[in-house]
């Protein structure tokens, strides 16, 4: 079993920075492949960046391709989502998942993800 925790959600204005966290607990943490995925009112949750194990190897979404980056501290058992350059169209709840990926591989799916936080809002006012 593994819990994970976002924080660091809040409102700012287009074009501003944001950092989400997500604190994890339970397994060995760096045995997780860690993502971040978002949902606005009315959508369908969407995959915005993964990253493996050891975070040699990161994916995004071509809509934040550029503008986020996600890490992880595997010290902290805490994984990160840097915002730059935030969108109106950037505002949702944002999900922190977790999966058991020992290997270099992780999926960008979410029904590939078996841990899921309760959410953090990020709102950026145009």
């Known amino acids: 079993q593994v819990q994970v925790v976002e924080s660091g959600g809040g409102l700012v204005q287009a074009g501003g920075s944001l950092r989400l966290s997500c604190a994890a607990s339970g397994r060995t943490f760096s045995n997780y492949a860690m993502a971040w995925f978002r949902q606005a009112p009315g959508k369908e949750r969407e995959f915005v960046a993964a990253i493996n194990r050891n975070g040699g190897t990161t994916f995004y979404s071509d809509s934040v391709k550029g503008r986020f980056t996600i890490s992880r501290d595997n010290a902290k058992n805490a994984v990160y989502l840097l915002m730059n350059s935030l969108k109106h169209e950037d505002t949702s709840v944002y999900y922190c998942?977790?999966?058991?990926?020992?290997?270099?591989?992780?999926?960008?799916?979410?029904?590939?993800?078996?841990?899921w936080g309760r959410g953090t809002q990020v709102t950026v006012s145009s």
């Open positions: 998942a977790s999966r058991y990926a020992p290997g270099s591989w992780f999926p960008i799916r979410d029904h590939e993800y078996g841990y």
